[in-house]
């Protein structure tokens, strides 16, 4: 069983720009989600896919986008960068069964630091 | 908004001793969620609670549920320079989204 991974592991951004991290699901998920985590504080959902569209979304701005690729893959784009979206990025897969989101696991993570 | 608090925000102990760790909320959770994350890394699941009073044990890891549903515990018996990490709640409310409560950053000195 092929777990949760995430590219690039680390990436420096200057401030306008964009970037885009990407999310392999664990086999046999088929719901993504995406977490911004600050340095010192817990994981904050940014939103959910499931089926390729997005199924729920926390409160962060338009310039946070997102895909799911029918492989159950994902994509989170980030646009107009901001020196505060410097953080972990994480990615975390799940099976949704009809009536609710199981267990989520975690890939380790995307560092990005805006500059 | 549903808020999950963590209790302590640090804890520092000697290996071999037991150290308690609290999540608290003022809503019901539907289930809950306990992780525990490394530095650099994402974070783990230990153990997933959904019943009322529910205790679950993982090793020297206790995992209680309140009642109500709107607390939970870890306790760690005996331990070791291994359990060093930032232990973390999450919980359904009932929605698609975990919702995470800011963590306890537990050091266990040798």
């Known amino acids: 069983e092929t777990g949760v991974t995430q590219s690039p592991t680390h990436l420096i951004k200057t401030r306008g720009q964009q970037v885009t991290l990407r999310c392999s699901s664990q086999s046999g998920h088929n719901t993504v989600s995406w977490y911004q985590q600050a340095l010192g504080q817990g994981p904050q959902f940014i939103f959910q896919y499931y089926r390729e569209e997005e199924n729920g979304r926390g409160n962060f701005p338009p310039r946070f986008s997102g895909l799911q690729f029918p492989n159950y893959s994902s994509e989170l784009n980030v646009n107009a960068l901001e020196l505060d979206d410097s953080a972990l990025y994480l990615c975390a897969s799940s099976w949704w069964s009809g009536t609710g989101v199981g267990e989520q696991y975690f890939g380790p993570g995307t560092r990005l630091t805006v500059t | 908004t549903q808020l999950l608090e963590q209790s302590p925000q640090f804890l520092s102990i000697q290996e071999g001793e037991n150290l308690t760790v609290y999540c608290n909320s003022s809503?019901?959770?539907?289930?809950l969620q306990w992780y525990r994350q490394e530095p650099g890394e994402g974070p783990v699941l230990l153990v997933t609670?959904?019943?009322?009073?529910e205790v679950k044990k993982l090793k020297r890891l206790t995992f209680q549920f309140g009642d109500a549903r709107k607390d939970s515990s870890l306790h760690i018996t005996a331990a070791q320079t291994g359990d060093t990490g930032l232990y973390l709640c999450a919980g359904h409310f009932n929605d698609y989204k975990l919702s995470f409560g800011a963590g306890t950053t537990v050091t266990v000195r040798a």
């Open positions: 809503s019901v959770f539907s289930s």
């Open positions: 609670v959904v019943t009322g009073g």
